[in-house]
């Protein structure tokens, strides 16, 4: 598995507040059944939105291993894993509750068996015309109060070259819901290429450069899946609820593809080094 270079990533800010109506209550209507029943205008449908949901695409056994795994390498079964990242809080607490881990599946095989499903891997190479390449694992732990992910793009965040196609997998393991943080997405935001982002809450879209009309929410049961295209538009608010929203997140890339230099993602992507505002 490659590595790319990732651009700002401000896990540790603490959270600032931000406008509940930066995310609505339209909620998606499309969903496909499992990752084995994907046809072709389904794939059509991916390239014309951004996005592709599953409501099945993994199994209970399945979902109960992941969460098995990512509690193991959180205590430390796991003696070499350093991926855990914490939750920022402006309270002198000894203890924070795990935000995220990372670069996982080289350490437990639970993780790397759905990283490498067979079915997820032929989607990835319809959608990519080429063999794909996960070159970023996370396990996304939302806890109640858990803070939002703003709006941005995740081709954003890589070195890769700006017409590289990449492809973020997110696989529900608890229910993803409106209350607990459940992502959102903008359809069609993909087809208008790079968009300037700012070091605000997190690395990100301007709050006022957000499609607020276009935004659709994707619940999911455990075991359900959203596929979406790295230049699509999407977010995840604030965990309001008292229940948690666990999920894993992985990102492909054609083996095909190339890097390319911060300096010149920023050029495409950085919105102060292009002399604008937020």
């Not at 199994?59 to 795994?69: C, F, G």
């Not at 990512?70 to 402006?90: K, M, N, P, T």
């Not at 903008?186 to 087809?191: E, I, N, Q």
Request: charged share 25%; glycine share 8%.
């Amino acid at each position: 598995m490659k590595k790319v270079s990732a651009g700002p990533v401000l896990d540790e800010q603490p959270e600032v507040g931000h406008e509940r109506d930066l995310y609505g209550n339209q909620l998606s209507t499309e969903y496909t059944a499992d990752l084995s029943s994907v046809e072709d205008d389904d794939i059509d449908a991916f390239f014309e939105r951004g996005y592709i949901a599953f409501e099945r695409a993994f199994s209970p056994a399945e979902v109960r291993d992941a969460l098995s795994a990512i509690d193991d390498l959180i205590a430390g079964e796991s003696g070499s894993f350093r991926g855990v990242q914490y939750e920022a809080s402006d309270e002198d607490k000894t203890e924070r509750p795990v935000r995220k881990l990372m670069s996982f599946v080289e350490h437990d095989a639970r993780l790397a068996a759905l990283a490498e499903h067979a079915d997820l891997h032929a989607l990835m190479q319809r959608l990519l015309g080429d063999t794909p390449e996960l070159f970023q694992d996370m396990a996304l732990l939302k806890n109640p109060g858990g803070r939002e992910k703003p709006w941005h793009q995740d081709s954003a965040y890589f070195n890769l070259a700006i017409d590289t196609t990449v492809l973020g997998v997110w696989i529900a393991l608890d229910q993803a819901t409106l209350d607990n943080g459940c992502l959102h997405v903008l359809p069609g935001t993909h087809r208008m290429g790079p968009a300037e982002h700012f070091k605000v809450r997190d690395w990100q879209l301007c709050d006022s450069a957000v499609e607020r009309r276009l935004d659709v929410a994707v619940p999911l049961p455990p075991g359900g899946c959203l596929i979406w295209h790295g230049l699509l538009h999407h977010g995840s608010p604030t965990n309001h609820s008292s229940q948690s929203r666990r999920a894993l997140q992985f990102h492909y890339r054609p083996v095909s593809s190339s890097s390319i230099s911060t300096e010149e993602r920023m050029q495409h992507f950085g919105g102060a080094v292009r002399g604008a505002e937020c």
